[in-house]
T-cell receptor, first 110, second 113 residues
Framework: ELKVEQNPLFLSMQEGKNYTIYCNYSTTSDRLYWYRQDPGKSLESLFVLLSNGAVKQEGRLMASLDTKARLSTLHITAAVHDLSATYFCAGTFGDEKLTFGTGTRLTIIP | DTGVSQNPRHKITKRGQNVTFRCDPISEHNRLYWYRQTLGQGPEFLTYFQNEAQLEKSRLLSDRFSAERPKGSFSTLEIQRTEQGDSAMYLC???????????FGPGTRLTVL
């Protein structure tokens, strides 16, 4: 059975700290995505990772992909309050549909 | 460039009623997807179209659910004889074949009383 697992599920961090969200998946992926969702809102695409060793950065967020370990990470540097949201990883695995993890609810505390 | 739009944004209905949602994809996007998201969970795939052809349906899509994309542009998702378990956010996404990213609409929040 295909599984996409994220941890932690909940994360409270202080402003200015660094942290990493982990995404493990159970079978070979074609593409790995990170999305952001604010409460009551839809999903905003953050990153698409296509190949082993891929690293992408946007502002305080950096995503990486290790296809051999079936692991993607989303690293947050010097967190600020505006980054509070739920972050989802998702992948495509031999077809076009996205399979999502359960999400990581991130709260940045002043 | 207008994004993916969905209507209505909210729908409250009584159990047993039929409901229909509409999704207008980004112009020229030939792929259109429907997902369902319940509280505290990630979205789950329901179905997708390339142009007007429905190419894949999830086993989540029971016979009470039907989706169409008659002219390869907008799509409708109909739920017949709604049940309380159908209460969820229904998300539509679109993409251009050969590109990587699915762009999501604002969703339709369905509440079945």
């Amino acid at each position: 059975e295909l599984k996409v697992e994220q941890n932690p599920l909940f994360l409270s961090m202080q402003e200015g700290k660094n942290y990493t969200i982990y995404c493990n998946y159970s079978t070979t992926s074609d593409r790995l995505y990170w999305y952001r969702q604010d409460p009551g809102k839809s999903l905003e695409s953050l990153f698409v990772l296509l190949s082993n060793g891929a690293v992408k950065q946007e502002g305080r967020l950096m995503a990486s992909l290790d296809t051999k370990a079936r692991l993607s990470t989303l690293h947050i540097t010097a967190a600020v309050h505006d980054l509070s949201a739920t972050y989802f990883c998702a992948g495509t695995f031999g077809d076009e549909k996205l399979t999502f993890g359960t999400g990581t609810r991130l709260t940045i505390i002043p | 460039d207008t994004g993916v739009s969905q209507n209505p944004r909210h729908k409250i209905t009584k159990r047993g009623q039929n409901v229909t949602f509409r999704c207008d994809p980004i112009s020229e996007h030939n792929r259109l997807y429907w997902y369902r998201q319940t509280l505290g969970q990630g979205p789950e795939f329901l179905t997708y179209f390339q142009n007007e052809a429905q190419l894949e349906k999830s086993r989540l899509l029971s016979d009470r659910f039907s989706a169409e994309r008659p002219k390869g542009s907008f799509s409708t998702l109909e739920i017949q004889r709604t049940e309380q378990g159908d209460s969820a956010m229904y998300l539509c996404a679109s993409s251009l074949a050969g590109t990587d990213t699915q762009y999501f609409g604002p969703g339709t929040r369905l509440t079945v009383l």
